[in-house]
Each structure stands twice: as structure tokens, then as C-alpha cells.
């Protein structure tokens, strides 16, 4: 399946038992990272800004202090797809 195809529920199902952080909101995978501070926040999105650069799949997210929300989703597919279990991943690792 190529990676911009959406994702059947049961495929995302499966691909949410290995993220703990991630869950299903109005049709987006959504996370919510607190950290320490704004520096260790800003410093995560940095990271995670890098890696969904070199994908060509961009977040959309906010940050408010210590706190970084993330939905993702692909919205040319009109739903969740490989692109978007693998930023999570990605993103996920980079929360430490």
C-alpha cells in the first residue's frame, strides 16, 4: 500500500497498540506532550519540524509553554495514512 493511501480502522488499530501517546480524535491521530519547559518543548518541535521536512508531511499542531498538541493526518487522502503513523513514530521517539 503506498504511503499516501488511507489507513483501514483496523490498520490504525494496530499501529496505535505501539503508540502509547497517540489516539484518534475527529479523524486525526492526536497527541498532547507536556515537558519540562519551553525550552524542552520548542527544542521537540524543532526535532519533529526536521523530521516531518525531509517527509514532506507537516503537522498541524500549537504550543503553549510546556505543553505541544499534534494532530496529523493527510488530507489529500481524506484520512490517516503510513505518512502519518510514521511521523507519530518518529515524534513519539524524540518525547523520549
Do not use: C
Not at 520548542?42 to 498541524?60: K, Q, Y
Amino acid at each position: 500500500m503506498p504511503e499516501n493511501d488511507r489507513l483501514s480502522q483496523a490498520e490504525i488499530e494496530t499501529a496505535l497498540a505501539s503508540l502509547a501517546a497517540w489516539s484518534v480524535v475527529d479523524g486525526k491521530l492526536h497527541a498532547e506532550f507536556t515537558f519540562k519547559d519551553f525550552n524542552e518543548a520548542f527544542g521537540f518541535m524543532g526535532r519533529a519540524a526536521l523530521a516531518a521536512e525531509s517527509m514532506n508531511h507537516h503537522p498541524e499542531w500549537s504550543n503553549v509553554w510546556n505543553k505541544v498538541v499534534v494532530d496529523l493526518v493527510t488530507h489529500d487522502a481524506g484520512g490517516i495514512t503510513k505518512a502519518d503513523i510514521e511521523l507519530a513514530r518518529k515524534m513519539s521517539h524524540y518525547v523520549g
